[in-house]
T-cell receptor
Framework: DAGITQSPRHKVTETGTPVTLRCHQT?????MYWYRQDPGHGLRLIHY???????DKGEVSDGYSVSRSKTEDFLLTLESATSSQTSVYFC???????????FGPGTRLLVL | KNQVEQSPQSLIILEGKNCTLQ??????????LRWYKQDTGRGPVSLTI?????NTKSNGRYTATLDADTKQSSLHITASQLSDSASYIC???????????FGTGTSLTVIP
């Protein structure tokens, strides 16, 4: 998986609790992305980062925040988890925005 | 509206046979088109990236074509193998901002 790890790989949480997912890369790529994947939908971009402390919103950013304090780590926080945020979350990296994206193994999140 | 549509939704073929998957898009302005393979329970893996000027690109037994005039792409798989069983996702990048539009994928099953 191109030097990308995601943690945790599985999580069950309750509605209203905060949740943080971590993406860690060893490739020193500039761009990092968070996607969610749901049945009947293609992957949808939540947030992305184009450098340390540089982030921007994607298509489905409401209810999510991100932080990138180091090149290798990109955190996704669900401020107050809702059942609609039950999904599989993928992190991806790329050297530049026109280049291939490499995806992590995914985190399966269940919000009860 | 920027959209990516893939067909068929699912496909079953015999091992050793060829198949072709379709992708139609309305994304504009166009930057590039990507095909990914996603095995069950794993993150997508890039197969090809094509820009406006490229109309064919191969990666082993996978050959992608692009007709930017009609906004259509296809992925041809030659001499299919059991390991080709996966979801194949078409992704179009818009030339403004960092926006990717994902199709919902074609689920391919190769049977012995």
């Amino acid at each position: 998986d191109a030097g990308i790890t995601q943690s945790p790989r599985h999580k069950v949480t309750e509605t209203g609790t905060p949740v943080t997912l971590r993406c860690h890369q060893t490739e020193n790529h500039r761009y990092m992305y968070w996607y969610r994947q749901d049945p009947g939908h293609g992957l949808r971009l939540i947030h992305y980062s184009y450098g340390v402390k540089d982030t921007d919103k994607g298509e489905v950013s409401d209810g999510y925040s991100v932080s990138r304090s180091k090149t290798e780590d990109f955190l996704l926080t669900l401020e107050s988890a809702t059942s609609s945020q039950t999904s599989v979350y993928f992190c991806a990296i790329s050297e530049a925005d026109q280049e291939t994206q490499y995806f992590g193994p995914g985190t399966r999140l269940l919000v009860l | 509206k920027n959209q990516v549509e893939q067909s068929p939704q699912s496909l079953i073929i015999l091992e050793g046979k060829n198949c072709t998957l379709q992708c139609n898009y309305t994304v504009s302005p166009f930057s590039n088109l990507r095909w990914y393979k996603q095995d069950t329970g794993r993150g997508p893996v890039s197969l090809t990236i094509m820009t406006f000027s490229e109309n064919t690109k191969s990666n082993g037994r996978y050959t992608a074509t692009l007709d930017a005039d009609t906004k259509q792409s296809s992925l041809h798989i030659t001499a299919s193998q059991l390991s080709d069983s996966a979801s194949y996702i078409c992704v179009v990048k818009r030339n403004t901002g960092n926006q990717f539009y994902f199709g919902t994928g074609t689920s391919l099953t190769v049977i012995p």
